[in-house]
């Protein structure tokens, strides 16, 4: 399946050395290949692997390779500077793509020795615009409606590997046996990287609790209490769930942003997929009670409007950024876009309630810029109600940026 940054990033590769981060098996090496297939000769080194590793090490890599495929190089140490010296060095029109996984994005904030010298995108799971646009069905011509894309992507995930398995029993069975080892090896082996093998059991009960508390603002003292922990390792943790793209923080708006990073966020998965799943929030016939049902929908809207947020700062150095609004006696609103130092957007998710949340009408008179969105999953009539537009979800999450 092509990928929605596929063309962009192959149009920046002629430009500079490009970054592409994300989530372990989100795609980067089928995106790598994909744009390989265009190029020839190329050449792909993983620094997984011992063979390659070697290549890397000495710079010994084909000279006439017209692409350069560098993956999960953040594992190398000291890979900064290293990488500094080879762009610097590299033939006038070798092309290299570098991919790695959320540790590399500190390039943003400390890649002094790399100013200017690359371009950086960040992959997301599929969203119902993705899916809409670049399925197996719309690539042959039958592209699904929105409606579809965003039941099958609340049903499967939005990883490819568990999206693409055939839409059948057999299909959902080996999804969820791929979601169960994919948690189970992220924990294993990926945490070990940041954290000591004492510490595996705590990080693995974090992670259930969390799938049972998204959506809702965290109290790091209350996890602490439950788990046995203190704060800071708590937080720490959070901190590592965050670095390994499994989990992403939703802070509160708020026009002072050292403040509202003080407030607590709220938490939500990548994988859709993840969010709760137990044996007692389903039916006899395996299926998912209504409330397990409203929370993965939204956490799937909070996954896409990350993913859209995100494309915007990548593709346009647009300064939009994703929140949500809460007062201290407790109105709130799921979500909120803003664009600059003004909110653009408020919204609010619902299972099939067409009423207008009643916490619009408490922020709408103090973020007059803002459009009021309520994004319905089942709804039978779109309507403007006290200026709220109450919509169904699924096209207006297939018109985001992607």
Same mark, same amino acid.
């Given at each position: 399946?092509?990928?929605? $940054?596929?063309?962009?990033?192959?149009?920046?590769?002629?430009?500079?050395?490009?970054?592409?981060?994300? %989530?372990?098996?989100?795609?980067?090496?089928?995106?790598?290949?994909?744009?390989? %297939?265009?190029?020839?000769?190329?050449?792909?080194?993983?620094?997984?692997?011992?063979?390659?590793?070697?290549?890397? /090490?000495? =710079?010994?890599?084909?000279? @006439?390779?017209?692409?350069?495929?560098?993956?999960?190089?953040?594992?190398?140490? &000291?890979?900064?500077?290293?990488?500094? &010296?080879?762009?610097?060095?590299?033939?006038?029109?070798? =092309?290299? $793509?570098?991919?790695? !996984?959320?540790?590399?994005?500190?390039?943003?904030?400390?890649?002094?020795?790399?100013?200017?010298?690359?371009?950086?995108?960040? $992959?997301?799971?599929?969203?119902?615009?993705?899916?809409?646009?670049?399925?197996? =069905?719309?690539?042959?011509?039958?592209?699904?409606?929105?409606?579809?894309?965003?039941?099958?992507?609340?049903?499967?995930?939005?990883?490819?590997?568990?999206?693409?398995?055939?839409?059948?029993?057999? &299909?959902?069975?080996?999804?969820?046996?791929?979601?169960?080892?994919?948690?189970?090896?992220?924990?294993?082996?990926? #945490?070990?990287?940041?954290?000591?093998?004492?510490?595996?059991?705590?990080?693995?009960?974090?992670?259930?609790?969390?799938?049972?508390?998204?959506? !809702?603002?965290?109290?790091?003292?209350?996890?602490?209490? @439950?788990?046995?922990?203190?704060?800071?390792?708590?937080?720490?943790?959070?901190?590592?769930?965050?670095?390994?793209?499994?989990?992403?923080? #939703?802070?509160?708006?708020?026009?002072?942003?050292?403040?509202? $990073?003080?407030?607590?966020?709220?938490?939500?998965?990548? @994988?859709?997929?993840?969010?709760?799943?137990?044996?007692? =929030?389903?039916?006899?016939?395996?299926?998912?009670?209504?409330?397990?049902?409203?929370?993965?929908?939204?956490?799937?809207?909070?996954?896409?409007?990350?993913?859209?947020?995100?494309?915007?700062?990548?593709?346009?150095?647009?300064?939009?950024?994703?929140?949500?609004?809460?007062?201290?006696?407790? *109105? /709130?609103?799921?979500?909120?876009?803003?664009? &600059?130092?003004?909110?653009?957007?408020?919204?609010?998710?619902?299972?099939?309630?067409?009423?207008?949340?009643? *916490?619009?009408? +408490?922020?709408?008179?103090?973020?007059?810029?803002?459009?009021?969105?309520?994004?319905? +999953?089942?709804?039978?009539?779109?309507?403007? +109600?006290?200026?709220?537009?109450?919509?169904?979800?699924?096209?207006?999450? %297939? *018109?985001?940026?992607?």
């Amino acid at each position: 399946m092509k990928r929605y $940054l596929d063309d962009l990033i192959a149009a920046d590769l002629q430009r500079k050395l490009v970054f592409v981060t994300g %989530a372990r098996q989100v795609g980067k090496t089928t995106l790598s290949r994909q744009l390989q %297939a265009a190029v020839t000769p190329s050449q792909y080194l993983n620094y997984d692997v011992s063979a390659d590793r070697a290549v890397i /090490e000495r =710079q010994s890599w084909a000279p @006439d390779a017209k692409l350069l495929v560098l993956d999960e190089l953040h594992k190398k140490a &000291g890979w900064k500077p290293w990488l500094k &010296g080879v762009i610097d060095g590299r033939p006038a029109l070798q =092309q290299q $793509l570098v991919t790695g !996984s959320a540790r590399m994005d500190t390039f943003r904030q400390t890649g002094d020795s790399l100013a200017g010298r690359f371009l950086a995108w960040r $992959l997301h799971p599929i969203s119902v615009k993705e899916w809409c646009e670049h399925s197996p =069905q719309a690539a042959a011509g039958q592209p699904p409606t929105s409606d579809a894309a965003l039941t099958h992507l609340l049903n499967r995930g939005g990883f490819p590997e568990p999206c693409l398995l055939a839409p059948t029993p057999a &299909g959902d069975k080996n999804a969820q046996r791929w979601r169960a080892q994919y948690a189970d090896g992220l924990v294993r082996e990926d #945490v070990l990287e940041f954290s000591r093998i004492q510490e595996v059991g705590g990080m693995r009960v974090l992670l259930e609790l969390l799938r049972e508390r998204v959506g !809702s603002p965290l109290s790091l003292a209350s996890i602490g209490r @439950d788990l046995g922990l203190s704060q800071p390792t708590v937080k720490r943790f959070i901190d590592i769930l965050q670095a390994l793209y499994i989990v992403f923080t #939703v802070q509160p708006w708020h026009h002072n942003i050292a403040r509202s $990073l003080l407030q607590s966020p709220k938490v939500y998965f990548y @994988d859709t997929g993840m969010v709760g799943g137990t044996a007692s =929030q389903a039916a006899p016939n395996g299926a998912l009670d209504n409330a397990l049902q409203g929370l993965r929908f939204e956490n799937a809207v909070a996954s896409m409007l990350l993913k859209h947020v995100e494309f915007l700062q990548d593709s346009e150095a647009a300064p939009v950024n994703l929140h949500y609004v809460r007062t201290k006696d407790g *109105a /709130e609103i799921d979500f909120a876009l803003s664009r &600059g130092k003004v909110l653009t957007h408020l919204i609010e998710c619902k299972w099939t309630d067409d009423a207008p949340h009643r *916490a619009f009408a +408490r922020f709408m008179p103090m973020l007059p810029d803002a459009q009021a969105v309520q994004l319905v +999953r089942h709804l039978r009539n779109p309507e403007l +109600r006290h200026g709220v537009n109450v919509v169904p979800a699924a096209p207006w999450l %297939a *018109a985001l940026a992607a």
